[in-house]
């Protein structure tokens, strides 16, 4: 079996938390990206405050308003309710590129894991 680790630095909102450095060890039964994004998942649920159901409601219509902007033929009235609710209270976390690997960079890259809901809970 193949296995691996690597490090990943976690950046809190709160300044006044410390910046930690995180071995994330991986094998061929775990993808790398769902290794790092499972263990934030866990760490956004256990730090950041749940969604109100005001905020879960506008974090939903978003989401609906993508999809309908993505497919324009869905009907967004066709979607489960149940379905709806279990994705509000669903942790994410949203991935951005700051470092696309490339040849010229030796394929290093830097990546930015945010909690996707952080901004309708109000976080910092």
Known sequence: MTKGSFQIVMVPADASQPIEEVNITWSTDTEKVSCITDKLQAHFK????EMSEEQKTAFLDTVLQQAKKNNP????KDIDPNLLANFGGTQMVDIVALLVPTKAN???????YVDDG?????SP
Do not use: E, H, P, W
């Open 46 to 49: 256990k730090t950041t405050a």
């Open 73 to 76: 033929q869905l009907n967004t």
């Open 106 to 112: 030796g394929f290093d890259s830097v990546s930015l």
């Open 118 to 122: 952080g901004s309708f809970k109000q």
